[in-house]
C-alpha cells in the first residue's frame, strides 16, 4: 500500500475555525477555560466535525468526549487504538496546544476514510476535560478520571477559582455524560503535540519522539529571620531571610547544573515580608520547582537542597520550614511505541530525536493502562500558554503524517 | 558646682504619659502619625509642660515648636543651645524614638530650673514635624525646612499617603505658626535618641557618642528576561530574572563584607513576574539599600553593584536598568562635641564608644548649621519602629545625664 499523507489545509482549516471560538481580539490566541461557554462551544463544533465523519461519540461521567471510527471491515469487539489531547485552554491560550492533538487525530480518520480504506482495530479521537489545570485543580482531570485515578464523584465535587463546582458546570452546559469513568482500556494511546519548549527549535530538528514526563517535586521554603533597620544592623548581627531566599534561589540553578542530564530548577517565586527597602526581610517564601525523568536523581536534587536549607539555617540563625506543594513521579512511555515513532519519522526523511517533556500531558494518564507514546513538533521561541504560540504549517503536517503512520501500524488497514 | 542629675521618675513620668496619647492596645506602643489629630494631642500636652517649665513657645509655619527658656541671668541676645527631636510615630511605634530626645530636654530644663540656677545662653527643647516620614515624605521634614534645605512652600504642598497635604494638616490640627522658617541658628545642637540598632546592647556599652550619620544610596534593579515553562525550558536557554535577582541579593552582603568597616548592604524587596512556581520569571524589581560613614566607600560600594549587574546582564543575556530611589551623603558630626560627649560619659562612670548612626535624625539636618552631635542610649533587641521597642529606666537615665552636662557646658551655668 502507498504511504498516505494527511491533508494539511483541512486540518489547518479545522485549527482555523476552532480557534475562532473564545477567539482573543488581535491575536491569534484564544480563551476557552475548561467548562465555560466557550469550552462548550468548542466542544459542539468538533462533535459536529466527528458526526460528520460517521464517528460513534460517547461522552463519559467527567465531560470526556470520545469519537470512535468503524470501517468497514473493523472488528467493533477489539480495543481501540485511541489518539487525542483537550481542547480547553488556559485564559489567554494559544490556538495549537491540545487542539492540534485533537484535529490532527480527525484528520488521520478522514485521511484513511476517504481512500476507502477500513482499520482492523476501531480509531477513537478523545477530548478530555480541564487538562490545564486554570479553572480546576489537578490539570489532567479528565484523563486522570478515564484512567481511574480519580474517583468520578471526587471529581464533580471539584471547587474551581471561580467558586462554581465541576459536576454542576458539566451539567450546565450538557456535558454530563453517561458513558463508564474508568473508560474503556485502548490497544494504544498516542497524542501529537507542539513541545511548548524550545529544544527542537534550537537544534532544528522535525520531530520528538516523547520516551518520558519528567517528575514533578514542589517544594514552598518559609524562611523566618528577624526584621531590623537596613542601616543600624552590623552584618553580622542580621538573621536575613531576604539574603537567604537569595542563596537558596541560587543554589536551585547550581544544584540543577551539577546533577545535570534533564535535570531542571526553578524559583519562580519569591514574596519577602514586610518587603521594604530599608528593612531586613523577617521573612521569605519562595518556591523551588525541581524536575527529571529519572526518580533516584530527583529525590537527590531534593535531599541536597533540603541539606543546603538546614545548613544555612544554622549558619544564619533563622528558621526554614518546608511544604511539599507537588510531587509526581516521573513517567516512562512505551520503548516499542516511541521507536516506532523515531522509525516512520526518518522514513518519511524528518528528522527526529528522543526527547522528554518538562510538562504534564494526558497521555502520561494513558501510560498508566496501556502502550502510549508521543510526537511532538516545534513551538517557536519556546511559546506556549500564550497568544503567540506558534507552530507553521510545515511543523504540524511533519507531526501529523507521523501521528497517521503509527496509527495505521497500530490499527491495522485493509482494503475497504 | 555639684554635679547636677536629672530626675528620672520625672522624665518617665513623663514619657508614660505621652505614650498615652494614641496608645495601642495591649502594647506599650503608639501611633501619632504627623499631624493627625493623635500628633495633635502629643503636641498640645507637649507645649502645655513647656509652658510649665516658663517656657517661650515658638510655632514656625511647617509646624516646629521650639520652647526656649531664659533663666535670671540669661542673655536674651545669645543664640540658643538647642536640643530636641520629635514625637511623630510611625504607624506602629514605639515609646521612646523621637519622645525620649523631646522630654529628656524638659527634663534638663527643669533640672536646671529648680535648683535655683540660670544659663548663660538660652535652652531650647525642640520638636520637629514629620521625622518619620511615614505619612509625608521626605523624613526629617520639619528640621529639613528649619535649617533653610526646602522651602516652606514647597513643603506645605506636599502630599502624604492618604492624598493630605501638609500645608491643609497643619491648619486644621492649628499648627501651621508664624515663626520664621528657616528658624534661628543655634549655638549647637544636641539630640538624645535611642540607638535603634543592636550594637550598644550587644556590647553592654551605656551611651553612643555618635559621631557620624551614614550615607545612603537606595537603587531600585529591574531585571528584565524571558518568561519560560519551568518544566520545559533546558537550564542553559534560560533568562531567569529571578535567579538574576537570587544573585544580585547575594552579591549585595558579599559587597558589605569586602568593603567591611560600617558598610553594609540590603535586599530588602524582591518583586517577581509573574511570580508562579512554574514559570521562569520574566521580570524581577529589587531594590539596594547601601549606607556607609565614608562617601568614597560608599560610592566604590555602588559602582562594583553596578559592574556586578552589568557583568550579569552580559552572562544571562538580560536587561538591566537602574533607578537611584534616594542618595544622601555621610554627615559628620562636631568632633569638639563628640569628644565632649566621651568625656562626660566617662566622667559620670559610664561606658562609651564612639559610634556611628545607621538612621536619619534631625540633628543631621542641624549639622548644616551649627556644632552637632548625638547620644544614642541602647535599644532592646535592637528593636525600633515597633510597639515592643525599649529601653531600661537605667539607661535612658544614664543619656539624660549626659545630655545634662552637655547643655550645661555648652549653655553655661550661673546661679540665678
Given at each position: ?19 475562532q471560538v473564545g477567539a482573543i481580539d488581535g491575536t491569534m490566541g484564544c ?215 537569595g542563596e537558596v534561589t541560587s543554589f536551585v540553578r547550581r544544584l540543577a ?160
Amino acid at each position: 500500500m502507498d504511504t498516505l499523507y494527511i491533508n494539511i489545509e483541512r486540518l489547518c482549516g479545522r485549527l482555523d475555525e476552532l480557534a475562532q471560538v473564545g477567539a482573543i481580539d488581535g491575536t491569534m490566541g484564544c480563551s476557552r477555560l475548561a467548562l465555560t461557554d466557550e469550552d462548550a462551544e468548542g466542544r459542539r463544533l468538533v462533535i459536529t466535525w466527528m458526526r460528520d465523519l460517521g464517528m460513534d461519540i460517547a461522552i463519559d461521567g467527567i465531560g470526556n468526549v470520545i469519537g470512535t471510527w468503524y470501517g468497514s471491515k473493523t472488528d467493533q469487539t477489539l480495543p481501540s487504538v485511541m489518539t487525542g489531547s483537550h481542547i480547553d485552554t488556559v485564559r489567554t491560550g494559544g490556538r495549537f496546544d491540545g487542539n492540534l492533538g485533537v484535529l490532527a487525530g480527525l484528520e488521520v480518520v478522514e485521511t484513511i476514510a476517504e481512500r476507502g480504506l477500513s482499520p482492523a482495530h476501531p480509531i477513537s479521537v478523545g477530548f478530555f476535560t480541564g487538562e490545564e489545570g486554570s479553572r480546576y485543580a489537578p490539570d489532567m482531570l479528565g484523563s486522570l478520571v478515564y484512567v481511574g485515578g480519580l474517583g468520578l464523584e471526587s471529581a464533580l465535587h471539584i471547587e474551581g477559582i471561580d467558586g462554581t463546582k465541576v459536576g454542576k458546570e458539566l451539567e450546565r452546559i450538557d456535558f454530563r455524560g453517561q458513558a463508564p469513568c474508568p473508560g474503556p482500556v485502548p490497544k494504544a494511546f498516542l497524542e501529537l503535540h507542539i513541545e511548548q519548549g524550545p529544544v527542537l527549535e534550537a537544534e532544528n530538528i522535525s520531530i520528538g519522539a516523547v520516551d518520558s514526563v519528567q517528575g514533578i517535586s514542589w517544594t514552598q521554603i518559609t524562611i523566618e529571620g528577624q526584621s531590623n533597620h537596613a542601616g543600624t544592623t552590623p552584618m553580622q548581627m542580621r538573621h536575613d531571610a531576604g539574603w537567604v531566599a537569595g542563596e537558596v534561589t541560587s543554589f536551585v540553578r547550581r544544584l540543577a547544573n551539577e546533577i545535570g542530564g534533564n535535570q531542571v530548577g526553578t524559583v519562580g517565586k519569591i514574596d519577602l515580608v514586610p518587603n521594604l527597602v530599608n528593612v531586613v526581610a523577617s521573612r521569605a517564601t519562595l518556591t523551588a520547582d525541581l524536575r527529571n525523568t529519572d526518580d533516584e536523581r530527583l529525590k537527590e536534587a531534593e535531599l541536597r537542597l533540603a541539606n543546603f536549607c538546614d545548613d544555612l539555617s544554622e549558619q544564619e540563625d533563622v528558621r526554614i520550614t518546608s511544604e511539599i506543594l507537588a510531587r509526581f513521579e516521573p513517567v516512562k512511555f512505551d520503548d516499542s511505541l516511541v521507536r516506532e515513532v523515531i522509525k516512520f519519522s526518518k522514513s518519511l526523511k524528518l528528522s527526529v530525536k528522543s526527547m522528554t517533556s518538562g510538562a504534564g500531558h494526558d497521555a502520561q494518564m494513558f501510560a498508566r493502562i496501556c502502550p502510549t507514546a508521543m510526537i511532538f513538533v516545534p513551538s517557536k521561541n519556546g511559546l506556549s500558554h500564550n497568544p503567540d504560540e506558534f507552530t507553521s504549517q510545515e511543523e504540524i503536517e511533519n507531526g501529523s503524517n507521523v501521528l497517521l503512520q503509527m496509527m495505521i501500524q497500530l490499527a491495522g488497514l485493509n482494503h475497504g
